[in-house]
């Protein structure tokens, strides 16, 4: 069961087998032996789908238990047997059974250092938002900590409805962006007002404060002792993209020697997403920094910017190594689009609000794309470059930004410089 946690449930089965083969042997080829070890062993195996609840444990030892109790009335009930050394019998079969659980986990805390993989105990343990270095995210920057609970809801979803580990992806979203907490000011949801500290700096520091951001993360969660697995939603969340606005500052303040402006100074230095997990939240970072900066009030517009956020990183290929297929994006996106249908639902008119309903309806303090006049699919200057330095012929990006906390709410979006994630 310990192998089924570690790698999965095909090779466990084969495992158990062969040891069962092995145990018939060395017992005087007891076909008891065999059948024991391997019945009880591959109904805990094929019990055991949900690795990432500790109920889950249990109830495969439980079912281990009862088929070791089968297996030993087989060959033990009859006219002539022994039912009290039966009795006993049974007795440690059943425990033999029950101890899975408790021996499972233990074993798995010494194998997770060796290995490099994670425990569902360990899961637990990172999840809990009192966990020190989210307290610390929440302190320092407040305007991440809740993009980033926003991520983990819309990841989790995702991830449920293409059977990846959502357990695991939520709790990578939860640190994906903790490198924000060394400069939380350089970053769009932490800033106050309608200033913003890249106003005094040249668009080469600006991006190497935005880009340092994914390797501080990482420098932080190794800092922490945070699982090797945890820090790969840090490395990758923004695959290797470049950053369009200060790419784009480049070139116009160099003028004629625009095309010289080197393109590796403005990419992220992390890498794509190799795995499923980390793919999802990627692509649910994307969704939730966009659609907070659109508010989006119709499903139509939720469709159309879901589907363009992952389209992008399509042609772009940041997906390529992720492992997901074409039927878990459809799936991916079906995700996104209800839970965001969720959080941005258009209000409905009762007696002593309709002139919040209609200031929201007019643009005012909502943000769609249609009141605004303004759609993703047509602004190059608020996407992200893809790795060869051109634009996606349908591209928008988690980049772009709505109003600032404490910003007047009727600023057009065009005008407002990107979201730096």
Not at 22 to 41: D, K, P, R
Not at 320 to 334: F, N, P
Not at 348 to 354: F, I, K, Q, S, T
């Amino acid at each position: 069961m310990l192998l089924t946690v570690i790698v999965d449930a095909r090779l466990s089965v084969m495992v158990a087998m062969v040891v069962a083969i092995m145990v018939g042997f060395m017992s005087n080829n007891s076909l008891e032996a065999s059948m024991y070890t391997a019945v009880g062993g591959i109904l805990a195996i094929l019990t055991l789908r949900d690795t990432q609840r500790f109920y889950a444990f249990f109830r495969a030892g439980m079912i281990s238990a009862v088929g070791n109790i089968l297996v030993l009335l087989l060959f033990h009930l009859g006219p002539n047997a022994d039912l009290p050394n039966l009795g006993v019998l049974l007795f440690y079969g059943f425990i033999n059974g029950a101890l899975i659980a408790p021996v499972v986990t233990i074993a798995g805390f010494f194998f997770v250092g060796l290995l490099g993989v994670i425990t569902v105990v360990q899961l637990q343990d990172l999840s809990r938002l009192d966990h020190p270095l989210l307290k610390e995210l929440l302190r320092k920057a407040p305007g991440t900590y809740h993009h980033s609970i926003m991520v983990a809801n819309l990841a989790e979803q995702a991830a449920e409805r293409v059977d990846a580990n959502s357990t695991l992806v939520r709790v990578g979203a939860f640190y994906h962006d903790i490198g924000k907490m060394n400069r939380p000011s350089f970053f769009t949801e932490n800033q106050e007002g309608a200033s913003t500290p890249h106003e005094t700096l040249d668009p080469y520091s600006s991006a190497r404060i935005i880009l340092a951001h994914v390797p501080e993360g990482v420098d932080l969660a190794r800092k922490y002792r945070i699982p090797n697995r945890i820090q790969d939603f840090i490395a990758e969340h923004h695959g290797d993209r470049i950053v369009k606005m200060f790419y784009e500052k480049a070139r116009a303040a160099a003028g004629a020697a625009a095309d010289e402006v080197d393109l590796d100074l403005f990419r992220y230095k992390g890498r794509r997403p190799r795995s499923r997990e980390t793919g999802i939240v990627l692509l649910a970072d994307t969704v939730e920094a966009a659609s907070s900066a659109v508010r989006p009030s119709t499903a139509e517009e939720i469709e159309k910017l879901v589907n363009s956020l992952v389209d992008d990183h399509l042609k772009e290929g940041q997906l390529d190594d992720s492992e997901l297929t074409m039927g878990d994006l459809k799936q991916i996106r079906a995700s996104f689009i209800e839970t965001l249908k969720g959080r941005f639902h258009v209000r409905v008119r009762y007696p002593g609000n309709e002139e919040l309903v209609g200031r929201e309806e007019s643009g005012v303090g909502g943000g769609s794309l249609a009141d605004h006049s303004f759609s993703f699919l047509e602004t190059s200057s608020l996407t992200t470059l893809a790795p060869d330095g051109k634009n996606p012929p349908q591209c928008a990006s988690a980049h772009s930004m709505g109003p600032r906390r404490g910003a007047p709410s009727e600023v057009d979006p065009r005008c407002s410089p990107p979201r730096l994630n």
